[in-house]
T-cell receptor
């Protein structure tokens, strides 16, 4: 069974600095998707970035980028020029693709990011 | 564009009562999901539906039931609520073959 592990329950970063959140996963599949979601105090789950496993190029969205290491089954999120609004819980998620049409999404336990002014 | 709406926003419920959490999406997504979020456990899948008329069990289905009569609606029912069902419940949807899940704003449920 697939698993997703976020080993950092909490991280802190100084405003304008860079921080990296870690995520590892376990799977025997070769085709899948990976996501990072942000959950601010409002509770809303917001998609930050998405990576398709078949793509070698790391996904980037403005100040957010990932380091996708398929062989190592690692999917870290880098936030550059951190802003106070980046403070939130961040979840890593894995989606498997099956031929039967059933999609499974598995979430990590989350990393709480604090941004210090 | 509303996306996904959930109702109620929050609810306090006596143990043993029946409760239905509502979820509606206007994106015409085929797949819909219900998760519960508990501190330190992340999001756990309760039930899912790949398309209207079909449903499936997730990781923690006991005590919950769902139906999918049409594409837009995916209600979650607690037949007889227990305190361990106190949680924040999220509904989500995704297009077929696409991959990205979109989430509703959540329902905070407290069972006393």
């Amino acid at each position: 069974a697939q698993t997703v592990t976020q080993s950092q329950p909490e991280m802190s970063v100084q405003e304008a600095e860079t921080v990296t959140l870690s995520c590892t996963y376990d799977t025997s599949e070769s085709d899948y998707y990976l996501f990072w979601y942000k959950q601010p105090p409002s509770r809303q789950m917001i998609l930050v970035i998405r990576q398709e496993a078949y793509k070698q190029q790391n996904a980037t969205e403005n100040r957010f980028s990932v380091n996708f290491q398929k062989a190592a089954k690692s999917f870290s999120l880098k936030i550059s020029d951190s802003q106070l609004g980046d403070a939130a819980m961040y979840f890593c998620a894995y989606r498997s693709t099956t031929t039967s049409g059933t999609y499974k999404y598995i979430f990590g336990t989350g990393t709480r990011l604090k941004v210090l002014a | 564009i509303a996306g996904i709406t959930q109702a109620p926003t929050s609810q306090i419920l006596a143990a043993g009562r029946r409760m239905t959490l509502r979820c509606t999406q206007d994106m015409r997504h085929n797949a819909m999901y219900w998760y519960r979020q508990d501190l330190g456990l992340g999001l756990r899948l309760i039930h899912y539906s790949n398309t209207a008329g079909t449903t499936g069990k997730g990781e923690v289905p006991d005590g919950y039931s769902v139906s999918r009569a049409n594409t837009d609606d995916f209600p979650l029912t607690l037949a007889s609520a227990v305190p361990s069902q106190t949680s924040v419940y999220f509904c989500a949807s995704s297009p077929g073959g696409g991959g990205t899940q979109y989430f509703g704003p959540g329902t905070r449920l407290t069972v006393l």
